[in-house]
T-cell receptor, first 113, second 113 residues
Framework: DGGITQSPKYLFRKEGQNVTLSCEQN?????MYWYRQDPGQGLRLIYY???????QKGDIAEGYSVSREKKESFPLTVTSAQKNPTAFYLC????????????FGSGTRLTVV | KNQVEQSPQSLIILEGKNCTLQ??????????LRWYKQDTGRGPVSLTI?????NTKSNGRYTATLDADTKQSSLHITASQLSDSASYIC????????????FGGGTRLMVKP
């Protein structure tokens, strides 16, 4: 089945550590996105990529990094510079034009311990 | 600034009853509006997609309306079921390049037996 897979579902991070969240899609979508969701708030865009080897900062990129070496994969690294990383992280992908075929993954819940 | 406001923030109804969720937006230029259902700890799943020329669209017990003049949308749920308990997110897409999605904060619906 075509879809978008995020892993792990739950992730725990110690203070000062970097962690990487995985996002893989087999929908042949060109664009991929990372969002952060906090309780009671709308999704906020961290980074997005519209093509391989290219990505752009979203509204809250500080403390995060991404790479897009393959069309299918868009991993997100939460660095130690992100002061409040505990949140629910959602990956999404879309076809071109980007306002069609927008699909979300099932999310990763990151907790700082 | 592009904004999407949803109301109410939360809602409790009895099983079998109907309810209506509201979404007001100031996104421009408008491309389309989507309603998503998000179960706790899961990614959002699309319910409806409405373009500028569509006033009403149904998906089973879910009916979305759009008034592009007043920039308002509603999601009506008929004969609610316990499985309707979730957050409902209104998303408006514009035609600008880059980040084209603006998310509302969601309405958390709880259906009680």
């Amino acid at each position: 089945d075509g879809g978008i897979t995020q892993s792990p579902k739950y992730l725990f991070r110690k203070e000062g550590q970097n962690v990487t969240l995985s996002c893989e899609q087999n929908l042949n979508h060109d664009a991929m996105y990372w969002y952060r969701q906090d309780p009671g708030q709308g999704l906020r865009l961290i980074y997005y990529s519209q093509i391989v080897n290219d990505f752009q900062k979203g509204d809250i990129a500080e403390g995060y990094s991404v790479s897009r070496e393959k069309k299918e994969s868009f991993p997100l690294t939460v660095t130690s510079a992100q002061k409040n990383p505990t949140a629910f992280y959602l990956c999404a992908s879309s076809a071109a034009p980007p306002n069609y075929g927008y699909t979300f993954g099932s999310g990763t819940r990151l907790t700082v311990v | 600034k592009n904004q999407v406001e949803q109301s109410p923030q939360s809602l409790i109804i009895l099983e079998g009853k109907n309810c209506t969720l509201q979404c007001n937006y100031t996104v421009s230029p408008f491309s389309n509006l989507r309603w998503y259902k998000q179960d706790t700890g899961r990614g959002p799943v699309s319910l409806t997609i409405m373009t500028f020329s569509e006033n009403t669209k149904s998906n089973g017990r879910y009916t979305a309306t759009l008034d592009a003049d007043t920039k308002q949308s509603s999601l009506h749920i008929t004969a609610s079921q316990l499985s309707d308990s979730a957050s409902y997110i209104c998303v408006v897409i514009n035609n600008n390049a880059g980040n084209m999605l603006t998310f509302g904060g969601g309405t958390r619906l709880m259906v009680k037996p």
